[in-house]
Each structure stands twice: as structure tokens, then as C-alpha cells.
């Protein structure tokens, strides 16, 4: 199995930054494609930003310009790197992995329990 576990949520000033961790762990083969979603309250769970295991990246209208998403091959973790926060930006945050567990060109999708960033009025 595979585990998704984040970190680095909290409460933070508007304008203020933030940056997530997300290490991934377990029977891992390869990480395709890795990324952030997000849930606000009464919201349905939104797309903030990926990566591709090469590095290409892609970003939600709201947060371009404003996050910035890494990974470390090595450390099979993800990043979000939340500048410039807002008080829209409030949500519980969401990794997600597509990981292969063995040499089959099969992958299924894993995601974190969720870390809470909340920026107040």
C-alpha cells in the first residue's frame, strides 16, 4: 500500500506564506504525476496544481502567479509553496500521487488525510 502523508498547514496573516510537505511512502515503483487539491467549507474539493515526475507544472487560475509546486524525486515528496495568501485560499489541503507499486505500466491514485490552512478576515 502507499501512504500520503501532509504537512505545513496552519493560520496565517493575509499576505503572509505558507508551504506544504507531502511525503509519499510504501510499496512505491514509480510517482507519475503529483498535486495539490483543495476543500473549502460547503465547497466541492477543487484542483490547485501538479507536477509531472519530469518537472512540467500546471496551476489553477486562482493561485497563478501566487504557488508554486516542487518535488524531490529522491524523497518521493511534494511541495506547495503558497505566497501572497488570501483569505479565498482558506480550505483544507490535499496531495495527491498517481504511483505505480510494481513494473506493470499500471498506476492507481493515492491521496493525503488533508492539512488545514486557514487564512483569516
Known amino acids: 500500500q502507499v501512504q500520503l502523508v501532509e504537512s505545513g498547514g496552519g493560520l496565517v496573516q493575509a499576505g503572509g506564506s505558507l508551504r506544504l510537505s507531502c511525503a509519499a511512502s510504501g510499496s512505491i515503483f514509480a510517482i507519475n504525476v503529483m498535486g495539490w487539491y483543495r476543500q473549502a467549507p460547503g465547497n466541492q474539493r477543487e484542483w490547485v496544481a501538479s507536477i509531472t515526475s519530469g518537472g512540467s507544472t500546471d496551476y489553477a487560475d486562482p493561485v497563478k502567479g501566487r504557488f508554486t509546486i516542487s518535488r524531490d524525486n529522491a524523497k518521493n515528496t511534494v511541495y506547495l509553496q503558497m505566497n501572497s495568501l488570501k483569505r479565498e485560499d482558506t480550505a483544507v489541503y490535499y496531495c495527491?500521487?498517481?504511483?505505480?507499486?510494481?513494473?506493470?505500466?499500471?498506476?492507481?491514485?493515492?491521496w493525503g488525510q488533508g492539512t488545514q490552512v486557514t487564512v483569516p478576515s
Open positions: 495527491t500521487a498517481n504511483v505505480r507499486t510494481g513494473w506493470l505500466p499500471r498506476a492507481s491514485d493515492y
